[in-house]
C-alpha cells in the first residue's frame, strides 16, 4: 500500500486528508455497528454502506476491505 502510493504519485497531502476522512468516516460507522446497544434496523443500514464501499467500483474499496480485515485498527 505504502509503497504504490510513493511510486503512483498518491501522496499529495490533499489526497491523504480525503482518504483520511473517508477512513474515519467509514470506521465510525463500523464502530457504531458493534455497539450491542445498536438498534438492528440501523444496523443492517449502515453495514450495507460500509459493504458498499467494498466494490471495485468504489474510490476507496481496498482501503475499506483492509480496514474491515483489521476492524479498523489504524
Given at each position: 500500500g505504502k509503497e504504490t502510493i510513493k511510486k503512483t504519485g498518491l501522496d499529495r497531502p490533499f489526497l491523504d486528508n480525503r482518504r483520511r476522512k473517508i477512513y474515519i468516516l467509514y470506521k465510525n460507522?463500523?464502530?457504531?455497528?458493534?455497539?450491542?446497544?445498536?438498534?438492528?434496523?440501523?444496523?443492517?443500514?449502515?453495514?450495507?454502506?460500509?459493504?458498499?464501499?467494498?466494490?471495485?467500483?468504489?474510490?476507496?474499496?481496498?482501503?475499506?476491505?483492509c480496514a474491515i480485515r483489521d476492524k479498523f485498527r489504524f
Open positions: 460507522l463500523y464502530a457504531a455497528t458493534q455497539h450491542p446497544d445498536f438498534p438492528d434496523s440501523l444496523r443492517k443500514e449502515y453495514n450495507d454502506l460500509i459493504i458498499e464501499q467494498t466494490k471495485p467500483e468504489a474510490q476507496y474499496s481496498s482501503m475499506i476491505k
